[in-house]
């Protein structure tokens, strides 16, 4: 099965803090997905990465940056926490090439308090 | 670019009551279909998907979906409800040509109560 990992279930920082949140996928995915929750606006997506050291923005990219170093592993980074920020992050993997999975693959999702 | 609407945020149904969550989608190119779930405080879950074939889909935990072309609709449905699939549920599409572009509804939240 595949398997998504995130660093933390809860954080809480204060605003100006700079914030990592890792994500870990274990099936060799190229494409790797950060996404934020906020209710009655679905999932929208921040960052993507297709491979190492390549990235795309998403729709809501600002006050964001992200670091993809190895494959398995996708970092969405806030560099200077706001309180607007405060939000579930989602991240998720889905391979390059269409074929038995065309689904994307989310981790458990970290929910980020910004004080 | 596409989009999806789910048109209601919130559902209450009665335990073993039927349900029908609906999902609207806009796309001037094909498109794969999903239905995710959300349950307190975890990820998404994947419950099933359209990607060609039969328009019936069936899922986990009872679920099914039907993919209307003319309507462009993907509506998910379950003959009897329980209290555990009280959950937020997600429709999303993606590009028949592009894996990196898929798009969520604002999401449905099932209350079912006993």
């Known amino acids: 099965d595949v398997k998504v990992t995130q660093s933390s279930r809860y954080l809480v920082k204060r605003t100006g803090e700079k914030v990592f949140l890792e994500c870990v996928q274990d099936?060799?995915?190229?494409?790797m997905f950060w996404y934020r929750q906020d209710p009655g606006l679905g999932l929208r997506l921040i960052y993507f990465?297709?491979?190492?050291?390549?990235?795309e923005k998403g729709d809501i990219p600002e006050g964001y940056s992200v670091s993809r170093e190895k494959k398995e592993r996708f970092s969405l980074i806030l560099e200077s926490a706001s309180t607007n920020q405060t939000s579930m992050y989602l991240c998720?993997?889905?391979?390059?090439?269409?074929?038995?999975?065309?689904?994307?693959?989310f981790g458990p999702g970290t929910r980020l308090t910004v004080l | 670019a596409q989009s999806v609407t789910q048109l209601d945020s919130q559902v209450p149904v009665f335990e073993e009551a039927p349900v029908e969550l609906r999902c609207n989608y806009s796309?001037?190119?094909?498109?794969?279909l999903f239905w995710y779930v959300q349950y307190p405080n975890q990820g998404l879950q994947l419950l099933l998907k359209?990607?060609?074939?039969?328009?019936l889909v069936k899922g986990i935990n009872g679920f099914e979906a039907e993919f209307n072309k003319s309507q462009t609709s993907f509506h998910l449905r379950k003959p009897s409800v329980h209290i555990s699939d009280t959950a937020e549920y997600f429709c999303?599409?993606?590009?028949?040509?592009?894996?990196?572009?898929?798009?969520f509804g604002a999401g449905t939240r099932l209350t079912v109560k006993p």
């Open positions: 099936m060799d995915h190229e494409n």
């Open positions: 796309s001037s190119v094909s498109v794969y």
């Open positions: 998720a993997s889905t391979p390059r090439h269409r074929g038995t999975y065309n689904e994307q693959f």
């Open positions: 999303a599409v993606n590009r028949r040509d592009n894996n990196n572009d898929m798009r």
């Open positions: 990465s297709y491979d190492v050291k390549m990235k």
């Open positions: 359209y990607l060609s074939g039969s328009t």
